[in-house]
């Protein structure tokens, strides 16, 4: 099935350590996004990338750094610099449609606890 | 600068009541599209529609609607005959005029809706 999957669900992070988000799409998507999300909040974008070994800042993009060596992989990584990283995060990919501009879509998701 | 207002912070309803979300948003693209999420306590967005700024045509699709009204900046979703699988969070989200490239998303902070039996 086609699809963005995002993995671990659950991850638990001690503080000092850095931890990668996988997301991987099978949609052929040219762009691909992570957002931060805090209760209660709406969603905050982290960094995005357009095209492979490219990618720019988000609104939220100290304390986390990207990769995109591949058009269909995206981690993310949650470094030590990252001060309240307790959060859910979505990774998310899109098409671009001249009609509809760029649809997002939106995998799963991944709860990260700092302990 | 580009802003989306949802005011309704949590809407409890009883099961067959409809409920309409409002959503206002702010840009001075002349050119912007317009999306609803829902988000399940699953954690997944799933998306429900877009429309973009020169289309103002309302739409229907089951039991949702939208009302799209350029005069008044808005983007209002309404749902007939609630029904307890709506409980949810409903994101309003705005992005710009696409120039060659990815624009980014710009979401409000939802609305969750409560749909009780």
């Known amino acids: 099935d086609g699809g963005i999957t995002q993995s671990p669900k659950y991850l638990f992070r001690k503080e000092g350590q850095n931890v990668t988000l996988s997301c991987e799409q099978n949609?052929?998507?040219?762009?691909m996004y992570w957002y931060r999300q805090d209760p209660g909040q709406g969603l905050r974008l982290i960094y995005y990338?357009?095209?492979?070994?490219?990618?720019q800042k988000g609104d939220i993009a100290e304390g986390y750094s990207v990769s995109r060596e591949k058009k269909e992989s995206f981690p993310l990584t949650v470094t030590s610099a990252q001060k309240n990283p307790t959060a859910f995060y979505l990774c998310?990919?899109?098409?671009?449609?001249?009609?509809?501009?760029?649809?997002?879509?939106f995998g799963e998701g991944s709860w990260l606890t700092v302990v | 600068a580009q802003k989306v207002t949802q005011a309704q912070t949590e809407i409890s309803v009883v099961e067959k009541e409809d409920v309409t979300l409002d959503c206002v948003y702010e840009?001075?693209?002349?050119?912007?599209?317009l999306f609803w999420y829902k988000q399940p306590p699953s954690g997944e967005l799933v998306f429900l529609i877009r429309?973009?700024?020169?289309?103002?045509q309302n739409e229907i699709s089951g039991r949702y609607s939208w009302n799209f009204q350029k005069s008044t900046s808005s983007f209002n979703f309404t749902i007939t005959a609630s029904q307890v699988v709506d409980s949810a969070v409903y994101f309003c989200?705005?992005?710009?005029?696409?120039?060659?490239?990815?624009?980014?998303?710009?979401f409000g902070k939802g609305t969750k809706l409560t749909v009780n039996p």
């Open positions: 429309r973009n700024s020169f289309d103002e």
């Open positions: 998310a990919s899109s098409v671009l449609s001249r009609v509809f501009g760029n649809t997002i879509y």
């Open positions: 840009t001075r693209d002349t050119t912007y599209y």
């Open positions: 989200a705005l992005s710009g005029s696409t120039q060659g490239g990815s624009e980014k998303l710009v």
């Open positions: 949609l052929n998507h040219d762009a």
């Open positions: 990338s357009q095209i492979v070994n490219d990618f």
